[in-house]
């Protein structure tokens, strides 16, 4: 059974900074793993994403203020933010892709495993 907690969320000011953590246990597909967050009336977006090799992608809306890690084992997944304004209010979640198998010897990964959120709330 996978499991993902979120920590590290709550109030900051306007060009503060934020790291969250995400507690993995049980996750064995060897697929991405990353952040996704909900501000209110919007719905959820992708912040970043990272493989086993450790390689990352970002949204277009954080990159270059955004910066996601993991330990080696995978267990810990980070998410540090920079230079938040208000437009980054909203409820992180920490996700991580399940493998399922194609034909001919394909598979693909899909976002399945959510935690369940932390809030971030960026105030002036």
């Known amino acids: 059974q996978v499991q993902l907690v979120e920590s590290g969320g709550g109030p900051v000011q306007t060009g503060g900074s934020l790291k969250l953590s995400c507690s993995v246990s049980g996750y064995k597909d060897n697929c991405g793993m990353g952040w996704h967050r909900q501000a209110p009336g919007k719905d959820r977006e992708l912040v970043g994403s990272?493989?086993?090799?450790?390689?990352?992608t970002y949204a277009d809306s954080v990159k270059g203020r955004v910066t996601i890690s993991q330990d080696n084992d995978r267990n810990t997944i980070y998410l540090q933010i920079d230079s938040l304004t208000t437009e980054d209010t909203a409820v992180y979640y920490c996700?991580?892709?399940?493998?399922?198998?194609?034909?001919?010897?394909?598979?693909?990964?899909?976002?399945?495993?959510w935690g369940q959120g932390t809030q971030v709330t960026v105030s002036s």
């Open positions: 996700a991580a892709e399940r493998r399922e198998a194609q034909r001919y010897g394909l598979s693909v990964c899909y976002w399945e495993y």
């Open positions: 990272i493989n086993s090799a450790g390689l990352t």
